[in-house]
């Protein structure tokens, strides 16, 4: 049967019902989290045949308009659809490397809707399994992050090594069979593990890309943060994990949206300015409102396989807190690649969960779907390795600035997409817009992308434009035509 896990019972919990709970890791850090939710467990989809000719409206390029009928935000048929197309059959990114450093140290995840942890192996490879017990089901990692050489479910006591391989079954002598083996209820491991300069992805299955093909021009952008620090990169300890009363697609396309910056997050910027004069702010804490008030230079890419980017360049580079690290990266890098690095602000999504932000601070985010017009997202500060205290005190100040539950930011963008959400139950209104300077749509690369070797598919030289979204849009579609279609077949040959 075709599914949709729509967590009724736990409600909507908005940002401004301040019921979010802790959850403790064995970081000792305080991770703040809604609720958790381990939905229904994978099966295929075998819902209709979607043919989405009816509800994308895509003349992008003949007549600059692209429009989506509000419907797909909300289909029940189309969520369990995508849920499988556009999560679990695809690349998912999981944890970076320093969430798990250690032998032994675990990260418990998501793809799409399928719980999985990834493992430190004992000789520092890395291994993702459900998080689900061979014996009935219930999960496997005591805690969302943390470190074990052996797990031991605490349901019936069956246990399992680091390496997946169940060695302990409860009061096993007298209550099995003499054909009962343990080395058949080994935990399932994923098809795929992959690792890109520190980000861990997994694939469910067998047939993906490589990962290499998958990130394509998603890897200049992920560079761009993986060289920051000779070190590498790190996830400050602690995170918070929201759920939104919107769709994940509504989630998604807000990573790229130039265009609400102005007007949701005027607030921000007048509080911030009004702070900062009071306090004569200078220097490494100054916050840069140069890119909401508009005039510098700005520009949006479609990168191909559903990953797209926003940028515009610094208007204070002094103010960023990779600005003490100017010499070291200046002299190991190109100039291009350096003006990226420390004079460029971005924004990018890899698909489909990863969402990439070097503006103010840096953050890492994912998100993934809870049901049709109902995500969580979950946000980390990302940092360079060894930065000075200065700058490390300067990065979090301004993450906790603009984001997080408790930020001046982040309240203001989910309440606009939970209201755009509900405006989309009034069925009457049809469709969503997405014109915005589709006259300047161009395929390939623009003259910026050019220099910094990158090619993406679809560019246009306003970050507040909407071009990116005709890209991410038309690869959704195929994601979710072309999964249910072979469904179809598949079914039909059954
Ligand atoms: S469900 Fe894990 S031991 Fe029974
Ligand atoms: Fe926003």
Redesign the pocket.
């Known amino acids: 049967m075709p599914f949709s896990t729509i967590p009724g019972e736990v409600g909507a919990i908005r940002m401004s019902t301040p019921a979010f709970r802790g959850m403790m890791t064995q970081d000792g850090m305080l991770h703040f989290c809604a609720y958790r939710i381990y939905g229904a467990s994978a099966m295929s989809y075998e819902g209709p045949v979607i043919d989405l000719s009816d509800r994308i409206d895509d003349r992008a390029e003949a007549d600059h308009e692209f429009r989506l009928h509000r419907s797909i935000f909300e289909d029940p048929d189309i969520y369990d659809a995508e849920l499988e197309f556009c999560f679990e059959r695809v690349w998912n990114f999981l944890c970076h490397e320093s969430q798990v450093p250690n032998p032994g140290d675990y990260y418990a995840a998501h793809i799409g809707n399928q719980p999985v942890f990834v493992h430190r192996q004992e000789d520092g490879s890395v291994k993702v399994f459900l998080n689900a ?6 999960i ?1 990692t005591p805690f969302k992050q943390g470190n074990a050489k052996t797990l ?7 246990s399992y090594k680091c390496s997946g391989e169940c060695i302990g ?2 009061n096993e002598q007298g209550g099995y069979g003499v054909e009962f083996d343990c080395s058949h209820y080994d935990l399932a491991e994923i098809a795929h593990v992959g690792e890109y300069r520190g980000f861990i992805f997994g694939a469910l299955y067998e047939d993906v890309p490589t990962l290499d093909g998958h990130l394509g021009e998603a890897k200049f952008f992920i560079d761009l943060f993986a060289d920051q620090s000779p070190d590498g990169m790190e996830m400050v300890a602690g995170s918070q994990t929201y759920v939104c009363d919107h769709d994940w697609k509504v989630q998604a396309d807000n990573v790229t949206d130039g265009y609400h910056v102005s007007t949701v997050h005027r607030n921000f910027m007048n509080t911030i300015l009004a702070r900062e004069a009071r306090e004569k702010t200078e220097g490494l804490l100054k916050t840069e409102v140069g890119r909401i008030k508009g005039g510098v230079k700005n520009g949006m890419y479609y990168l191909g396989n559903g990953h797209m980017c926003i940028w515009a360049d610094r208007s204070s580079p002094g103010g960023a807190p990779l600005a003490p690290a100017t010499e070291r990266i200046e002299n190991e890098f190109d100039e291009i690649k350096a003006h990226w690095m420390l004079r460029r602000g971005r924004n990018i999504i890899v698909f489909p969960n990863l969402v990439l932000n070097d503006l103010a601070s840096t953050h890492l985010r994912i998100h993934r779907p809870l049901g049709p017009g109902k995500c969580e997202v979950t946000i980390w500060c990302i940092a360079p390795k060894g930065e000075p205290d200065e700058a490390r005190f300067a990065r979090l100040r301004k993450f906790e600035d603009f984001f997080l539950v408790s930020g001046l930011s982040t309240s203001d963008d989910v309440v606009s997409l939970d209201t755009a959400q509900e405006g989309f139950h009034g069925a009457e209104a049809g469709w969503n817009n997405y014109d915005r300077g589709l006259s300047t749509m161009c395929a390939g690369p623009d003259e910026e992308a050019k220099k910094a070797g990158i090619n993406p598919e679809l560019h246009c030289d306003s970050w507040d434009y909407e071009a990116a979204f005709v890209g991410w849009y038309r690869h959704w579609r195929k994601l979710v035509e072309e999964g249910t279609k072979a469904a179809g077949t598949r079914i039909g040959a059954e």
């Open positions: 017990c061979s014996h009935r089901g219930a496997i031991t479910c605490r349901f019936h006591g069956w079954i409860k």
